[in-house]
């Protein structure tokens, strides 16, 4: 069975930093994308940040430059490093990988169960 889990959410204050990880685990014949996303109360999930495999990472525009998402393949993580944080950066944070379970099924969207980020001004 295919598991993410999420740490590192909590309270900080405006202008400080704060780091996600995400533990994935489970059998996966490849993984296409790991990203973070998230969602504020009364809003739609939005992406936070991608990584394709081999790729370039990609932000959302309000992120750009405060945020950094990284990936450690030996460790089967994927982290997010937030600076400078805005008190509209409060949301719930999702780990999301697109993989395939093998060579012949489609790509699927894994999630975990998501951190609570709190950002006070």
């Known amino acids: 069975q295919v598991q993410l889990v999420e740490s590192g959410g909590g309270l900080v204050q405006a202008g400080g930093s704060q780091s996600l990880s995400c533990v994935t685990s489970?059998?996966?014949?490849?993984?296409?994308?790991m990203g973070w996303y998230r969602q504020a109360p009364g809003k739609q999930r939005e992406l936070v940040a991608a990584?394709?495999?081999?790729?370039?990472?990609n932000y959302a525009e309000s992120v750009e430059g405060r945020f950094t998402i990284s990936r450690d393949k030996t460790k089967n993580t994927v982290e997010l490093q937030m600076n400078s944080l805005k008190p509209e950066d409060t949301a719930v944070y999702y780990c999301?990988?697109?993989?395939?379970?093998?060579?012949?099924?489609?790509?699927?969207?894994?999630w975990g169960q998501g951190t609570q980020v709190t950002v006070s001004s």
């Open positions: 999301n990988m697109k993989a395939r379970r093998d060579a012949w099924s489609r790509l699927v969207d894994y």
């Open positions: 489970g059998s996966i014949y490849s993984i296409n994308v």
């Open positions: 990584l394709p495999n081999g790729g370039t990472a």
